[in-house]
């Protein structure tokens, strides 16, 4: 018996992925990964799927993964070669026949970002039999690329958790909080339908599918009291994952590679099918009610060059359900709202990775945030969106954090927790300021002079932020003098900063109970939404945790709206 282990290269979509293939003999015993840049939750399912799948056929010649085909197929073709250019033989793999399959059932959920999962789950729970599909090859969604933060506003979970912090928040203040940050653009329905339901959604999935939260460590000054959480791994790929085991294990049926392509009605008119394609089989799915969970169209407008800004979503939020339900006559509202932060690093051109945890941790270790011109542009202690608009006011739409060396430990400890690796930031490093993304280090004039800024600005810049440290004040911007902390050393880090979006924000309008719409504004029978589909309930900015709170919100009422429309639809 003869072991070898044979080295393979692909091309990603966020750079190289070095695999290594464990063959005896002519028998593949194994795949490690041994360096990616991929997105983490995505590609830890995408590579799980495919590696059982080239275990199980020894041979790379299986299908990709849907959701995430270029980066599998390329894989499966280096891998491929690799073995041919080693002499090695695999099997020769039989594609199945397409087959037809139909399913009849109770509710039909679309999606499986956590507004999906919560739906189904819920549903489920009230007795009805679901089935939830997903064009993907993997769950997740949008949700994945989040933090697992929620708000937990009248919930027993947070009751337990922040005790008689949790006296002082309620549903009423939530909405004020909501209705403040987005400066008034927020539908007020949506609005008091995420805040009187968040407590509900948490204390509900929290039991069906055995979660844990905490405090989370962040408590975001938009928020006038402290009422975040989350899981302790921060994890939103972990709360998916249990989430869609617990539905699954109780009895819910989940199907991935599960494209939605057409809605069908009866004759009367009503809403009562779905057609689902799938690499190798077509699905005719038979329900009461369907839920609409299918995320935002972020990627469309990306690809379409419809914005400038950066984006960091996944490549398949591309509104599908434009097209599938077009024949529904749905009304829609602000389709050209993204919600847009300024904590982005631009990894590819037009593509970012966020940076918000990190960069929330070196500005309260005292951080500035400076311009081309090294001068300071924001309080940089303040809410998120003065850093958005402070930096799309600037040349370029880029600004830059300037730390020392405790600032950038913490910020690169964080960046390794959220979605980067060591090679790809020394990648980044290596480019020594040429061209973005712009990560430098050196002593100040260096950095400077790498990142293109004004070095005498910037000399000046820091001088009078060592003397506004000193006196405990900040006369330029007002910033509160806890964040007020001293430069230690004389290496200095500059990294650079953009605008990013991933959520769309506008979408379809709904009834109070996540009914659908149509352009007459008449609830369609039959048919509800939940998630980043429907658009309103933040306005035009939601605060740092919202979106995953609509998505739970949202998701418990079109649940609970699904299966009590199946008791009337007998």
Excluded at 180 to 200: D, P, Q, V
Excluded at 474 to 493: I, M, N, Q, W
Aim: proline letters at 2%; hydrophobic letters at 35%; glycine letters at 8%.
């Amino acid at each position: 018996m003869t072991h070898k282990i044979i080295k393979a290269q692909a091309n990603g979509r966020n750079g190289q992925i070095d695999f290594d293939i464990d063959v005896t003999d002519n028998h593949i015993d194994d795949i490690k990964v041994t360096k990616s840049s991929e997105t983490p939750a995505i590609f830890r399912q995408a590579f799980g799927k495919l590696k059982n799948n080239i275990l199980k056929n020894q041979s790379f010649d299986v299908d990709a993964v849907s959701g995430a085909s270029m980066m599998t197929q390329a894989m499966l073709d280096s891998g491929k070669k690799a073995l041919a250019d080693k002499g090695i033989k695999t099997k020769k793999v039989t594609q199945p026949e397409h087959k037809e399959v139909t399913i009849d059932t109770d509710v039909a959920v679309v999606g499986t970002g956590m507004a999906g999962l919560m739906a189904a789950s819920r549903a489920l729970s009230m007795g009805k039999k679901v089935v939830v599909l997903e064009k993907n090859g993997y769950i997740g969604g949008a949700t994945t690329l989040n933090g697992s933060n929620v708000v937990g506003t009248g919930s027993k979970v947070s009751a337990k958790l922040f005790g008689a912090e949790a006296k002082k928040d309620s549903p009423a203040r939530l909405v004020k909080d909501i209705t403040r940050e987005c400066r008034g653009t927020n539908y007020l329905m949506l609005s008091n339908i995420l805040a009187n339901n968040i407590g509900k959604a948490v204390d509900f999935i929290t039991e069906f599918a055995n979660l844990t939260y905490q405090k989370a460590e962040t408590q975001t000054i938009e928020h006038s009291v402290d009422r975040q959480i989350e899981m302790p791994t921060q994890s939103s790929y972990e709360v998916v994952t249990k989430v869609a085991k617990a539905f699954q294990d109780k009895g819910g049926q989940l199907l991935l590679d599960a494209r939605v392509e057409k809605l069908n009605k009866d004759k009367n008119g009503k809403l009562v099918s779905l057609v689902a394609e799938g690499k190798h089989q077509t699905i005719h799915v038979n329900f009461k009610s369907l839920v609409l969970a299918a995320g935002g169209w972020g990627a469309k407008d990306y690809q379409a060059h419809k914005t400038d800004v950066l984006y960091y979503g996944p490549m398949t939020s591309t509104g599908d359900y434009f097209d599938f339900a077009k024949n529904m006559n749905l009304v829609t509202r602000n389709l050209d709202w993204y919600k847009i932060y300024p904590h982005g690093l631009e990894v590819k051109p037009g593509i970012a990775k966020l940076t918000t945890y990190s960069t929330k941790e070196v500005t309260d270790l005292g951080a500035i945030f400076v311009n081309q011109d090294g001068k300071r542009i924001v309080n940089e202690s303040a809410p998120y969106t003065h850093f958005r608009d402070a930096i799309g006011e600037q040349k370029g739409k880029v600004a830059y954090i300037v730390m020392d060396q405790k600032m950038w430990q913490s910020f690169y400890e964080l960046m390794l927790k959220y979605g980067f690796t060591e090679d790809e930031i020394q990648g980044f490093f290596d480019l020594d300021g040429k061209k973005a993304p712009v990560l430098v280090k050196g002593d100040l004039e260096t950095v400077a002079k790498k990142a293109n800024i004004n070095f005498k600005n910037l000399k000046e810049t820091m001088d009078n932020y060592a003397e506004d440290v000193k006196v405990g004040r900040d006369p330029e911007f007002g910033r509160d003098s806890k964040f007020l902390h001293a430069y230690e050393g004389d290496t200095y880090y500059i990294i650079e900063q953009k605008q990013r979006f991933a959520t769309t924000l506008g979408g379809y309008e709904t009834t109070d109970k996540m009914q659908l719409l149509d352009m007459d504004i008449n609830p369609i029978i039959n048919f509800y939404a939940a998630g980043e589909i429907v658009g309103g309930a933040n306005g035009h900015d939601s605060m740092p945790s919202m979106m995953n709170s609509w998505s739970y919100a949202s998701g418990f009422v079109a649940g609970t709206s699904a299966a009590d429309n199946c008791n009337c639809n007998n």
